[in-house]
Nanobody
Framework: QVQLVESGGGLVQPGGSLRLSCAAS????????MRWYRQAPGKERELVAT???????NYADSVKGRFTISRDNAKNTVYLQVNSLKPEDTAVYYC???????????????WGQGTQVTVSS
């Protein structure tokens, strides 16, 4: 079994910052790309940031320069540092991890439970 546990969301004023975390645990053999998505009320889930297994990153245009994705391979954890937050960043943020379980010969995608980020004065 594999579990992804997210943390770090909350209520923040415009211009504020948060650090989101997503830790994978269980019978993990290897981890590939790790991603953050978000879904605002009434909108489709959108890809926010990606980090590959060798550390290459990519961001949605709407968050470039404000968000930073990183990973700690020793802890099987991906982070999303979100700065200069705007009301339009309000959403549930989900981590998505491509990983291979012990004893399994292929990669699967796993989702975290989501963490709410609310930007409001």
């Amino acid at each position: 079994q594999v579990q992804l546990v997210e943390s770090g969301g909350g209520l923040v004023q415009p211009g504020g910052s948060l650090r989101l975390s997503c830790a994978a645990s269980g019978s993990i053999f290897s981890i590939g790309a790790m991603r953050w998505y978000r879904q605002a009320p009434g909108k489709e889930r959108e890809l926010v940031a990606t980090i590959t297994s060798d550390g290459n990153t990519n961001y949605a245009d709407s968050v470039k320069g404000r968000f930073t994705i990183s990973r700690d391979n020793a802890k099987n954890t991906v982070y999303l540092q979100v700065n200069s937050l705007k009301p339009e960043d309000t959403a549930v943020y989900y981590c998505n991890v491509r990983l291979r379980r012990v004893g399994v010969g292929y990669y699967d995608l796993y989702w975290g439970q989501g963490t709410q980020v609310t930007v409001s004065s």
